[in-house]
């Protein structure tokens, strides 16, 4: 899990990078929650989300947006967030010419960065949303969304409550050729506490099937 520092738009990103066995290996994203909340790469739902890439073989990169940690430059309402995902993306896919498929992922502004990201790079092959702030934030922009994926919340969240993650749900899964797995987990908060365990099970069957049998799951990856 080795530290590295990559050029972003507002200056120096720092990131933890784990790199694949293989060199057509798929490649991760995973982004944090907001800056202004105490996010950063090391959040518990990042690092399990990270995890879960690692152990399949993915070439996989958690980053700092900018102001955060070791990241230069300062918060920038989520604008900057998007460039700086954007050069985190160019920074991976530089060091992985072959790779097979490209995923992101993202936990509550994150997610939301991560779903921005999705409408400007074709070249994402599928998404993990984690508790989207659909109450707070404006996801209008996935009109249509481009590709199938994962979403999962908390079905205690008092941050973004369910009904606000499911509305977006059904407005992405009445789009042609897009399917949406959608896990709300019991009694798990904004946070999941006391049920990371339930999130990365979740998470883990969604991988599994996808890179399993990718059609069943609305994708189509190159194998």
């Known amino acids: 899990m080795p530290e590295v520092l990559f050029n972003g738009p507002a200056g120096r990103l720092e990131g933890r990078y784990s790199p694949g066995k ?25 690092f399990s989300i990270y995890q879960t890439f690692t152990t399949r073989d993915f070439a996989t990169l958690r980053f700092n947006f900018r102001g955060v940690g070791r990241s230069q430059g300062s918060y920038d309402k989520g604008e900057g967030e998007l460039a700086d995902a954007t050069s985190a993306l160019d920074w991976l896919q530089s060091i992985n ?19 921005q990201l ?11 949303s984690i508790a989207p702030p659909a109450n707070m934030l404006d996801f209008s922009f996935l009109a249509p ?45 904004h946070f999941f506490t006391d049920k990371m365990d339930e999130l990365s099970a979740a ?11 990718p059609a069943s799951m609305g994708l189509a990856l190159a194998g």
């Open 145 to 189: 969304c481009p590709t199938s994926g994962m979403i999962v919340t908390g079905e205690a969240d008092d941050i973004v409550p369910e009904p606000a993650v499911a509305k977006l749900v059904h407005k992405l899964s009445f789009q042609r050729g897009i399917k949406i797995d959608y896990r709300a987990i019991p009694g798990a908060d």
């Open 22 to 46: 293989s060199p057509t290996a798929p490649i991760a994203l995973v982004l944090h929650p907001s800056p202004q909340h105490g996010g950063t790469m090391n959040n518990k739902v990042v």
């Open 97 to 115: 010419l072959h790779a097979r498929s490209v995923w992101v992922a993202g936990f509550s502004f994150g997610s939301w960065i991560g779903m």
């Open 203 to 213: 998470v883990e069957s969604h991988l599994d099937a996808a890179l399993f049998n």
């Open 118 to 128: 999705l409408m400007r790079r074709p070249e994402i092959d599928s998404f993990i």
